[in-house]
């Protein structure tokens, strides 16, 4: 019989207003604290000020540092213990997501051993003493709050990695209000890192039956925010506690495991990409499942509320996005991180399953052939992304206004009738009252219905781009304002109808200009979820309304909107033509 142990000597509470409550904890630690925090986030969502609150209650001085970059360096921890030094603090407390806490770490640890250089950072075997450290995470992935872990980038060597000292936060508190300001991708980029932790923690050489059953506990908290995630449900506070716990659950496990091959592969991504680790992390995390034991992993998806593996990798690119980086600047890296991580047999060691060269190819591999091939279905606008319905619609506004005595409108406000809902269009172009702008709808239908309907010109590109994504398989949609059965008449009138498998609009007196809505309503058409599919829009209405429902879109240039506001919008890609979706889709 193996051998089982655990240890995690990190006090920790959580808990809202947590810092407040523990107050006389930090009273024990010393004399004066060094805030250790990044640039701006320590101070929007409240917990500096809190931490401020909870020091003057006790009489304790402070000093802050608020310079931690994203992936801290070497010489950031250096300039940090040099201003501890010079404030004369004895104690530690770091504020943020890792870089913070994990500075905090490595600067508590230079504070004690105030004589040394920057080597001793590296020193391995080294005395690891340290003056007391205080975590507060701010985000909910890292679980640096419990681990023994600091992770820097050396900028000498140019690498990013743990360093070989292990240092526990003396104090940890944790309060899930403090995600509050943190954006949805915020959420997603460190949630995913959680997951990741939780995952390589279970499926580990190292696990125990403890450190197994606070990893699969983690995985059902993290599971239940999944629709938070996916931009199914806003967040509310038990969201945000669930969140934290599952970070700290992650890091609790990883603190008696450590990471796998995951984590090993992504640093180099950090480093050389910019891109962010949770990002990073979890880009290889379905390959690393795949080689890993199906009965084991078919455990612990359900856990996390997915299906198979390649849910779980199409659920993480629509929430994270994919990488964005062209095969050559991708290419070298990915090569460059196989080579080392598979040259490192400590970190190979971590994997429950042989893993070498091959194994680690087949793994970076997958996730580099999954990145565009993870859309089940592209949902379409119609009006000025399948078809050019400018002119049709154009008239008829005119009609519709000229015979209600209505001043006409210039041509650039023409243009905005197109893609929104009639209604919304006259309310907010035309400043009516509904009651004159539902006049004014049944005034356009006259005109439209009678034949300006066809006055429009599909796309050049259009039937070629439908053929090739049925051929590939994908699946495709309308989701459009125009009411349903005229958008249906429009697109058998050019023999486009049975190229889609759904037409979704709304009921022709139905105001709403809602394109979630929508975007939903053509989701239960298919039987997918959101994050199988893919909007494409012209409008900042299919940007926001797809954004709302939690898919992806792409904003096309050639409709009617403009590139700057399906950029201010969020969209997830730009295409200036309707076969360049193609290489979106990896077609």
Same mark, same amino acid.
């Given at each position: 019989?193996?051998?089982?142990?655990?240890?995690?000597?990190?006090?920790?509470?959580?808990?809202?207003?947590?810092?407040?409550?523990?107050?006389?904890?930090?009273?024990?630690?010393?004399?004066?604290?060094?805030?250790?925090?990044?640039?701006?986030?320590?101070?929007?969502?409240?917990?500096?000020?809190?931490?401020?609150?909870?020091?003057?209650?006790?009489?304790?001085?402070?000093?802050?540092?608020?310079?931690?970059?994203?992936?801290?360096?070497?010489?950031?921890?250096?300039?940090?213990?040099?201003?501890?030094?010079?404030?004369?603090?004895?104690?530690?407390?770091?504020?943020?997501?890792?870089?913070?806490?994990?500075?905090?770490?490595?600067?508590?640890?230079?504070?004690?051993?105030?004589?040394?250089?920057?080597?001793?950072?590296?020193?391995?075997?080294?005395?690891?003493?340290?003056?007391?450290?205080?975590?507060?995470?701010?985000?909910?992935g890292t679980g640096s709050e419990v681990t023994a872990v600091s992770v820097l980038t050396d900028e000498i060597?140019?690498?990013?990695?743990?360093?070989?000292?292990?240092?526990?936060?003396?104090?940890?508190?944790?309060?899930?209000?403090?995600?509050?300001?943190?954006?949805?991708?915020?959420?997603?980029?460190?949630?995913?890192?959680?997951?990741?932790?939780?995952?390589?923690?279970?499926?580990?050489?190292?696990?125990?039956?403890?450190?197994?059953?606070?990893?699969?506990?983690?995985?059902?908290?993290?599971?239940?925010?999944?629709?938070?995630?996916?931009?199914?449900?806003?967040?509310?506070?038990?969201?945000?506690?669930?969140?934290?716990?599952?970070?700290?659950?992650?890091?609790?496990?990883?603190?008696?495991?450590?990471?796998?091959?995951?984590?090993?592969?992504?640093?180099?991504?950090?480093?050389?990409?910019?891109?962010?680790?949770?990002?990073?992390?979890?880009?290889?995390?379905?390959?690393?499942?795949?080689?890993?034991?199906?009965?084991?992993?078919?455990?612990?998806?359900?856990?996390?509320?997915?299906?198979?593996?390649?849910?779980?990798?199409?659920?993480?690119?629509?929430?994270?996005?994919?990488?964005?980086?062209?095969?050559?600047?991708?290419?070298?890296?990915?090569?460059?991180?196989?080579?080392?991580?598979?040259?490192?047999?400590?970190?190979?060691?971590?994997?429950?399953?042989?893993?070498?060269?091959?194994? &680690? %190819?087949?793994?970076?591999?997958?996730? @580099?052939?999954?990145?565009?091939? #993870?859309?089940?279905?592209?949902? !379409? =606008? /119609?009006?000025?992304?399948?078809?050019?319905?400018?002119?049709?619609?154009?008239?008829?506004?005119?009609?519709?206004?000229?015979?209600?005595?209505?001043?006409?409108?210039?041509?650039?406000?023409?243009?905005?009738?197109?893609?929104?809902?009639?209604?919304?269009?006259?309310?907010?172009?035309?400043?009516?009252?509904?009651?004159?702008?539902?006049?004014?709808?049944?005034?356009?239908?006259?005109?439209?219905?009678?034949?300006?309907?066809?006055?429009?010109?599909?796309?050049?590109?259009?039937?070629?781009?439908?053929?090739?994504?049925?051929?590939?398989? &994908? %699946?495709?949609?309308?989701?459009?304002? @125009?009411?349903?059965?005229?958008? #249906?008449?429009?697109?058998?009138? !050019? =023999? /486009?109808?049975?190229?889609?498998?759904?037409?979704?609009?709304?009921?022709?007196?139905?105001?709403?200009?809602?394109?979630?809505?929508?975007?939903?309503?053509?989701?239960?058409?298919?039987?997918?979820?959101?994050?199988?599919?893919?909007?494409?829009?012209?409008?900042?209405?299919?940007?926001?309304?797809?954004?709302?429902?939690?898919?992806?879109?792409?904003?096309?240039?050639?409709?009617?909107?403009?590139?700057?506001?399906?950029?201010?919008?969020?969209?997830?890609?730009?295409?200036?033509?309707?076969?360049?979706?193609?290489?979106?889709?990896?077609?």
């Amino acid at each position: 019989m193996r051998e089982d142990r655990f240890y995690m000597p990190a006090r920790v509470y959580c808990g809202r207003d947590v810092v407040k409550a523990h107050a006389g904890d930090l009273k024990k630690l010393g004399e004066k604290a060094l805030i250790v925090t990044g640039r701006h986030s320590a101070k929007s969502c409240g917990v500096y000020d809190d931490i401020c609150a909870a020091l003057e209650e006790c009489g304790i001085r402070h000093a802050l540092y608020d310079s931690v970059e994203e992936n801290p360096s070497a010489a950031t921890v250096m300039k940090a213990r040099d201003f501890g030094l010079e404030e004369g603090c004895d104690f530690v407390i770091g504020a943020g997501g890792g870089s913070p806490m994990d500075a905090a770490k490595a600067i508590a640890l230079m504070l004690f051993h105030a004589k040394e250089g920057r080597d001793y950072l590296y020193t391995a075997k080294a005395d690891s003493s340290t003056v007391p450290v205080v975590c507060i995470p701010t985000t909910c992935g890292t679980g640096s709050e419990v681990t023994a872990v600091s992770v820097l980038t050396d900028e000498i060597k140019q690498a990013k990695g743990s360093i070989p000292h292990k240092i526990f936060p003396a104090l940890s508190l944790i309060d899930g209000k403090y995600l509050r300001s943190a954006s949805r991708q915020m959420l997603c980029n460190t949630a995913f890192d959680a997951l990741s932790h939780l995952c390589e923690s279970y499926l580990n050489a190292d696990a125990g039956p403890i450190s197994r059953l606070i990893a699969a506990d983690g995985l059902r908290e993290w599971g239940k925010c999944l629709p938070i995630l996916r931009g199914e449900k806003e967040p509310d506070e038990e969201s945000y506690d669930l969140l934290m716990r599952a970070a700290m659950l992650g890091g609790m496990a990883i603190a008696h495991t450590g990471t796998s091959i995951p984590h090993a592969l992504s640093y180099a991504m950090t480093y050389h990409l910019k891109i962010a680790h949770g990002k990073a992390v979890c880009y290889f995390l379905a390959g690393y499942l795949r080689e890993a034991d199906p009965e084991t992993v078919s455990f612990l998806l359900p856990l996390a509320g997915f299906s198979s593996v390649e849910d779980l990798h199409n659920t993480y690119l629509a929430c994270c996005g994919d990488l964005r980086i062209p095969e050559d600047q991708l290419d070298p890296v990915l090569k460059l991180t196989e080579k080392a991580v598979a040259a490192n047999p400590s970190k190979c060691a971590k994997a429950p399953f042989p893993a070498g060269a091959d194994v &680690i %190819r087949r793994i970076t591999g997958y996730a @580099k052939e999954c990145a565009g091939r #993870r859309y089940r279905a592209v949902l !379409f =606008d /119609l009006d000025g992304t399948i078809n050019d319905s400018g002119p049709g619609i154009m008239n008829s506004v005119r009609y519709s206004l000229e015979k209600l005595g209505h001043p006409p409108l210039e041509e650039k406000t023409l243009r905005r009738f197109v893609g929104p809902s009639l209604l919304y269009s006259y309310e907010t172009y035309c400043g009516m009252e509904e009651e004159e702008a539902w006049k004014a709808v049944e005034t356009y239908r006259e005109c439209y219905h009678a034949g300006e309907c066809y006055n429009l010109q599909v796309y050049d590109q259009i039937p070629q781009l439908l053929s090739d994504l049925k051929e590939s398989g &994908i %699946r495709c949609a309308v989701v459009t304002s @125009k009411p349903q059965e005229m958008a #249906r008449q429009i697109l058998e009138h !050019f =023999d /486009l109808a049975r190229a889609f498998d759904a037409i979704i609009g709304p009921d022709p007196y139905d105001p709403s200009n809602q394109k979630s809505v929508l975007i939903k309503r053509a989701l239960d058409a298919l039987g997918l979820k959101a994050c199988d599919v893919i909007m494409a829009g012209d409008s900042r209405y299919d940007i926001i309304g797809a954004k709302e429902a939690g898919c992806a879109s792409i904003g096309v240039t050639y409709g009617y909107g403009t590139r700057e506001e399906l950029i201010e919008n969020g969209a997830d890609y730009l295409v200036d033509a309707p076969l360049e979706m193609k290489k979106i889709l990896n077609l």
